[in-house]
């Protein structure tokens, strides 16, 4: 039961190429700093990225970008990083662009087996070019299909050793349906404690949903745009 593995490289070292990953995180907030570093360092290639945005053009999941590992990226927001602009508008990479809460309903829709479900948002638009569409309660919806992926990276606060999470404030945002709607779920933890040190009540993913742990380490918790008030004169 003990998930602990020794390192980030370990831990992501039979990861293949061409795989579907899902990386938690918004913006640069939770992000899984070491693992992303792992999976650069390591070199692999025609990754499909599930994530909220693909990071800055320097940090978080634009270093993947940068090094030409990512074929496609699913995700809601795409501004702040300008390589993601360069390789799409050059035909490099291959964008699916969702609605926030679409995004983060067809990953929960994947971790809860669920077929599909019919939204209103974006009905009637691009967005819904391609898909079902119905009348329900006298409102056009679309019908949206769930994601799921072979690997997930997340951050998490607390870990114990059998990997029950807990994640801190708003780091957590996609990460608990990621956990859910992957095959291997890989968590670097910034605590690990052993079973029994977690307050049952305050756990947001239990174990079962996690396959690795490592500790997290030298983390830089970026900032995308560093706004302070003005000092009183």
């Given at each position: 039961?003990?998930k ?5 490289d370990?831990a ?9 990953l899902?990386?938690g995180g918004?913006g640069?907030c939770?992000?899984p700093?070491n693992?992303?570093?792992a999976l650069?360092?390591?070199n692999v ?8 945005n693909?990071g ?9 970008l940068?090094?030409?590992q990512?074929?496609?990226m ?6 702040e ?5 360069r390789?799409?508008?050059s035909?490099?990479?291959?964008v699916?662009l ?5 995004l983060?309903?067809?990953?929960r829709a ?25 009348m329900?309660?006298?409102r ?6 769930p ?14 050793t059998w990997?029950?999470?807990v994640?801190h ?10 956990c859910m709607?992957?095959k ?5 933890a ?5 079973p029994?040190e977690?307050?049952?009540?305050l ?11 490592v ?5 830089q918790?970026w900032?995308e745009r560093r706004?302070?008030?003005?000092k009183a004169?």
């Amino acid at each position: 039961m003990n998930k602990v593995y020794a390192s980030a490289d370990e831990a992501v070292a039979d990861i293949p190429d061409n795989i579907t990953l899902m990386s938690g995180g918004f913006g640069l907030c939770g992000n899984p700093e070491n693992l992303i570093t792992a999976l650069h360092k390591k070199n692999v290639k025609g990754l499909t990225i599930i994530s909220n945005n693909c990071g800055t053009t320097e940090l978080g999941l634009g270093i993947l970008l940068q090094n030409k590992q990512v074929k496609k990226m699913v995700a809601s927001y795409v501004g702040e990083n300008k390589e993601f602009e360069r390789q799409f508008l050059s035909g490099e990479l291959e964008v699916e662009l969702n609605p926030q809460g679409t995004l983060a309903e067809r990953i929960r829709a994947g971790g809860c087996g669920i077929g599909g479900f019919f939204t209103p948002t974006g009905a009637g638009t691009q967005v819904a070019e391609g898909k079902e569409s119905r009348m329900i309660d006298g409102r056009l919806h679309v019908l949206e299909t769930p994601l799921k992926a072979d690997f997930a990276i997340v951050h998490a606060w607390k870990a114990d050793t059998w990997g029950n999470l807990v994640f801190h404030k708003t780091a957590r945002n996609f990460t608990p349906m990621m956990c859910m709607a992957a095959k291997v779920t890989i968590v670097e933890a910034e605590h690990i404690v052993q079973p029994g040190e977690l307050d049952p009540d305050l756990v947001h993913i239990p174990s079962i949903f996690v396959h690795r742990i490592v500790q997290a380490q030298n983390l830089q918790k970026w900032i995308e745009r560093r706004t302070v008030r003005k000092k009183a004169s």
